[in-house]
């Protein structure tokens, strides 16, 4: 079968699966499992060769590393380093103890049970994330807890993939590793830290300035290959490279346009990846080991529900809010499917094992799905008071600023004085750096592209300051945030009237003028200089911007006829002189007025 057929075949199904399984709210990773299974052995049986899919496949876990990476900023850590160490730990121990507990006394070797206790002590980081985001409960405080402890896990499972593989040498030889093997793992692990930390920086602001999108993808790419290739010559797993590699660029301004220059490769493959999961379960095992298979399933989810609820009444949530977090993580991960794969080409496990837990974790991904359903309605039917608002997340900033020249420069200054936090974004690699010599926060990126809005976090925002300069940029973004995130409000600078056009086209109503008010500032100066009182200078200014902003309101949508602008730019000119002229006479009637009462008076 020709590879084009058979990449045919794969996106059909996952396009087919995904679609469905996302609208019935399952989530991707149980469709993306579900079309694996359908053009499987025990489906359509439509491809062959399940191993090297899965090989091949396996570079969507590299990568989803390496964002994994991106994400743990050591300051945003810091911030969650309670719930992530003290929740995100406790988990995990508590887990992973009782289960390889067990497993130990099944009779199995100790190297088997720890890899096992590990891998089923992980949870689904994409499946329990998406159904939150889709429930709206990221936010909330069981949600905020869920991600602090899938964190920790994606932190964890780090270490586990590059022990599983020393668990083998271990059992195999009598003596522990040798200094020269540990010596170069040290040297490998030193010289990618420090050639990442002082030249990574600088290669990819090379290629910025570029301004070739696809040589900075194509440099994304090659770091994250590069260095997993470097970390598996000295028999490290090419996931623990690539995490190194994100952590190296965390704090960098590439960010956020390294996440969306990766993720849909990342996406791809580690769909894929799950697909050939699918395709490599064994469901016959549901037909000779039925009883096993579903007391396996019941053991792992009591188990972590247990957990789960032990910890949410230690960090303080209420009923309703710990049930969520039990129900929410309480299955099985997709790392479990790395983690005993490489179990398996180990040595550490034997293949039958493997495949039975691997079911084990699909089912219970799957019972997730419908423990949510029974407790939705559980709760809802015990409810009859209305609930508290969840309290946002602090560390979230609620404001994005596009565009870091001159205004943007300016409106961040004051959010910086005024302590807001904010996230900057340039898509200049030279004004980037300029910026960042004066200690301000900001990423490169194309603020016009949804995956680096994705990115941003735009859809957690509440204001997008859109300061970009160039005007098509400009309203290509104003169409990408309000199309995808239309609860963001959009304060946008406009370079004319001819952009504040489009921009209205779009549905932006907060819209300032770029020199327009600047512009008044320097007439109402000129009138006081030329002899009138500052009090009637800003009157005058203030009736001006008063009946041009009405007039720009009323010739929006006939803008376009040139001759009907130029006319009615005319009479309206006119008619400014006429209220103008009519505010003099007023004010010489009132004067007079006032002059007669004095005299009156006297």
Known sequence: MSLLIQSAIYLSAGVIAVAIFSRLGFGSVLGYLAAGVAIGPWGLALVG?????????EFGVVLLLFIIGLELQPARLWTMRHGVFGAGGA????????????CLAAGLPWQTALTIGLGLSLSSTAFALQALAEKGQLTAQHGRTAFSILLFQDMAAIPIIAIVPLLASVGA???????????????????????GHFLLRHVFRLVARTGVSEIFTTTALLTVIGVA??????????????????????????????????????????????????MAVNFGLLTTEISLIITLVIALMSCKFAVLVGIGVAVGLDRRSTLYLAVSICQGGEFAFVIFGLAVSSGVMPAALSELLILAVTLSMACTTFLFLVLERMLNAQETASREFDVPAVEENRIVIAGFG???????????????????????????????????????????????????????ADYFVLAIDNVDASVRAAETVARHFPHVRILARARNREHVYRLMDIGVTYIYRETFSSSLEAARDLLTFTGRTANEAENVVATFRRHDEERLIQQHGTHHDAERVAAQSREWQKELEQIFEQDAVDQEAIAAGEEGQTTGAD
Not at 91 to 102: E, K, S, T
Not at 230 to 259: I, N
């Open 406 to 460: 001159r205004f943007g420069q300016i409106v961040g200054r004051l959010l910086q004085a005024k302590k807001i936090g904010f996230t900057a974004l340039e898509i200049s690699p030279e004004q980037v750096d300029f910026v960042r010599k004066y200690g301000n926060k900001i990423y490169y990126g194309d603020a016009s592209r949804l995956d680096l809005l994705k990115a941003a976090r735009v859809d957690e």
């Open 173 to 195: 030889s009598s003596g522990p590793p040798g200094f020269e093997s540990f010596a170069k793992v040290f040297a490998m692990v030193a010289a990618v830290i420090l050639v």
């Open 229 to 278: 290739l470097l970390m598996e010559s000295v028999g490290l797993s090419m996931a623990l490279g690539a995490f190194l590699a994100g952590v190296l660029l965390a704090d960098s301004e590439f960010r956020h346009a390294l996440e969306a220059n990766i993720e849909p490769f990342k996406g791809l493959l580690l769909g894929l990846f799950f697909m050939a999961v699918g």
């Open 91 to 102: 988990q995990m121990v508590l887990c992973a103890i009782p289960i390889g507990g067990v």
């Open 49 to 57: 060769d399940v191993d090297s899919i899965l090989h091949f496949s």
